[in-house]
């Protein structure tokens, strides 16, 4: 199974042979080292790989992490669930993918704040027609006497809150580019979060 560690760049377009502009992401997906190699056979019962990616400062981490990783500092550790064999201390780098290849990328997205129903949830508001006072971007009736809940508010009504910062997965996504020697990989599409995201790129 193919799969790296990679923060967001930018978007760009990409021109496809036929001439038609495509929506695409840069991504920086420097080396990532093997930490740690699980097994189902093991102590974990399961097998996968942990890796670490980045550099940060050893004063920031804590001990326990800084005995895992025999004193080095990684920005960010990460594991993926896999059968490939391999060994502690192995380089994983942007060659290992290639032009066509289709991978999903996870990362967490956004945070947009406090968002109403309109742009949460996409509701249409009220119309905007004689006797409506303040009411384009309301809610409506969530519920109450008689209605399908039986007086009460269901449980799972979309209403008003918190918007974006979800672990969101974007899949069938094609790697366009890879640019190995300055660890860049380009793919087709959107994906979740903001420029310097984190996000997994996993072959599929």
């Known amino acids: 199974m193919k ?12 021109f496809a042979e036929d001439g038609r502009a495509r929506a695409a992401t840069i991504l920086k997906a420097d080396p990532i080292t ?6 189902a056979g093991g ?8 890796v670490g990616m980045g550099v940060r400062k050893t ?26 064999a391999a060994e502690a201390g192995s380089v994983i780098d942007a060659s290992t993918f290639a032009v066509g290849d289709v991978v999903r990328v996870s990362g967490v ?10 742009k949460r949830h996409g509701f ?18 969530i519920g109450g006497s008689g209605g399908r809940a039986g007086g009460r508010v269901a449980k799972g009504m979309r209403m008003a809150g918190r918007l974006g910062g979800d672990r ?10 890879v640019d190995a020697a300055a660890g860049e990989l380009v793919v087709s599409g959107a994906v979740p979060g903001m420029r310097g995201t984190l996000l997994e790129v996993v072959g599929v």
């Open 124 to 141: 249409h508001g009220g119309p905007r027609s004689h006797g409506q006072k303040h009411s384009e971007r309301e809610a409506g009736s």
């Open 59 to 84: 004063k920031n981490i804590s001990k326990a992490v800084l005995g895992h990783t025999k004193g080095k500092g990684y920005a960010a550790i990460r594991e993926f669930r896999t059968t490939d």
């Open 3 to 14: 799969f790296i560690l990679a923060t967001k760049v930018a978007m760009t377009r990409v």
């Open 43 to 50: 102590k974990d019962k399961y097998s996968a790989l942990q």
């Open 109 to 118: 997205s956004k945070g947009k704040g406090f968002a109403g129903v309109v």
């Open 168 to 177: 969101v997965t974007v899949k069938n996504l094609k790697v366009l580019a």
């Open 34 to 39: 093997v930490l740690q190699v699980k097994t």
